[in-house]
């Protein structure tokens, strides 16, 4: 290459260069800027008084049905719906620590201080803050949580403050088709609802190797990043479950997300706050649904149960008299069919030490089959 060749190669690099850093230098003078801080902006007093009473009763007045029950949920549950900021340290390639910053959402469930949440908002979290609807601030303690159902328990000290706290409901009495509402902080803008129905129940979901949401509920209600933890309502105000997972090619809401139901996270909310840890009952057994053409291919004289697979030794299904070639066809006052109990996982539907009846063929016993703890 002559030295002619080279001083081409040269300016043409140098320009593209000047250029790049040309186009740089514009896009952050006049391009689109993305927010620096997102957060709630508190109205002053006399804001606040200037909307009470008459003005916000007019305002009400001109709301549909569907509004104002909107209107009044939020109003009634966004105090204690809380953004949880978390700090960890991770190591890069050589080994150097980097600073690594989490959010999430939870709920309060009582005055004294203890709020909801999953598992994944707060794992591995060296330091937990929690900001309040009204933009208070608090350190939070991790109390503990059941990693298989991704719920964790935090807890502030309000210090005197008296804290909205929200009221749990029956996930159990939900139907398709009900409205339901969820309030969280999706990419950082706290205090925001969405609204949809229950499209689904009874899924199962599995969200990571150690994660089953059993029970799922499954909504149409816009989820995101950040929703995660925070409350799915009914039309009532009361939580029904913890908003946990979405479905999405994109990353972004699909219209499919799923829910901790909030019959299972008061389960585990009493163990860790009463006794410090979760208590987990188990059958013991491995199983596989049968129905249709296997069940006629069987010979069953149910139209579906369930295939056991397998027995632990000792376990309580293998003490009742239940084999491997055993086919359930009903557990408690429930026919099993779709829902197989997994080996060595907790029936959590099922209340520690509670003894109930297992209809099991060929040999059509009735057995007692009581759980234990693990």
Known sequence: MTVRQ???????????????????????????????????????????????????????AALTDEEAINVRVYRQVSP?????LTKATEYDFFMD??????????????????ILT?????????????VLGDQSRYPAKFIGADQRNDVALVKIEPKGKHLVAL??????????????LAIGNPFGFQSTLTT????????????????????AIQTDAAINRGNSGGPL???????????????????????????????????IAHDLIT?????????????????????EALDLPAQEGLLVEAATKGGPAAVAGVRGGDRVVRAGMQPKSSQPFRSQHPAESQTTGRRYHANHLPRRQKNGIACKTR
């Open 275 to 295: 006794d410090g840890r979760v208590h987990q009952a188990f059958l013991g057994v491995q199983t596989m649904s049968v129905g249709g053409q296997l069940a």
């Open 97 to 114: 620590p980097v600073p690594v910053e989490g959010a999430g959402s939870g709920f309060v469930i009582d005055e004294k201080g203890y």
């Open 196 to 215: 949809g129905v229950v499209s689904a129940l009874g899924r199962t979901v599995q969200t990571s190797q150690t994660t089953f949401i059993d029970e």
């Open 167 to 180: 009221t749990l409901g029956d996930s159990t009495a939900l139907q398709v088709g009900q409205k339901v």
């Open 6 to 60: 080279t001083s081409n190669v040269t300016r043409l690099f140098l320009a593209a260069v000047v250029i790049t850093l040309g186009a740089y230098w514009a896009g952050a003078r006049w391009g689109q800027r993305q927010p620096v801080r997102v957060a709630a902006v508190q109205r002053t007093s006399s804001t606040t008084n200037g909307l009470a009473a008459t003005n916000l009763a007019a305002r009400d």
């Open 118 to 130: 999953n598992f994944h908002v707060v794992q591995e979290a060296q330091s937990i803050e929690v």
């Open 233 to 267: 309502i009914n039309s009532r105000g009361e939580v029904i479950g913890i908003n946990s997972a979405i479905y999405t090619p994109s990353g972004t809401t699909a219209g499919i997300g799923f829910a901790i139901p909030i019959n299972s996270a008061r389960r």
């Open 80 to 84: 204690a719906v809380a953004n949880i």
